[in-house]
């Protein structure tokens, strides 16, 4: 099993401090298929998304490549997780309503997890993929947040990074799509859970490991007097933007 694992290492903290997805973004996407009787969540991480859909499907696959990801989940009756690629589920063919890929699919060798997707399908299932940029909280903030991201870590995140940046739109979606209503991830955060968030940044981690130090203490020095009392909280906002189709077997 081959696959660029960016989180296994700090897998504890990603599985606390990554922010939760709304419950209006399952509502839409489990309505996209014919039926809702089993969904796959692929690269399911910490399982967020995974549990989030239980409330719409009698059961849920929940895949990842790391081991370290899936022992963090959290368990449920009707979710299965197993350790497995995107490209190689060994999922039953043609079992699946709905496949579901949260912040992961600009990971994928697209044209082979494509073909996972339609072989594991049910006619008239369907195929959702989202992902979030950059955060926003306030002018101040975000300037500071912005070039911590591009100049300070931005060396290091890698390349398929750039796919986030472009919302999505530059990859290939072979499918028969439709237009999502806009979605949005909010939090209310104090600054140590958006530090803590930070330190979960794969280009972070890269940081820390070519340069010795970690850049996060830094960055809350900077944070601190535009934030105020760091236990204080405040609305944290990340816009999602979404691929989503139903695929014809």
Known sequence: ?????????????????R?????????????LPAQRERAWDCATGNGQAALSLTGFFKHV?????????????????????????????HIESH?????????????FDLERFYAEVRRVLKPAGALAAWCYDLLEISPA???????????????????????IEDKYRSLAFPFDEVEPPPFDITAQWNLLDLLGYFSTWSATQRFIHARGHDPVPDLADELLPLWGEPHEAREVRWPLFMRAGVVRV
């Open 19 to 31: 922010p939760r997805y709304p419950a209006e973004l399952f509502a839409y996407v489990s309505a």
């Open 61 to 89: 696959i929940a895949t990842d490549g790391s081991q370290a990801q899936l022992d963090n989940a959290a368990p449920h009756e009707r979710v299965t997780y197993k350790q497995a690629t995107a490209e190689e589920s």
């Open 1 to 17: 099993m081959h696959f660029k694992d960016y989180f296994s290492t700090q897998s504890l903290d990603y599985a606390k401090y």
């Open 95 to 107: 079992s699946i309503d709905l496949v579901t890929v949260a912040q992961a699919l600009h990971w």
């Open 141 to 163: 903030l975000d300037a500071v947040i912005n070039r911590f991201y591009s100049e300070t870590v931005g060396p290091y995140w890698p390349l398929e990074r750039r796919i």
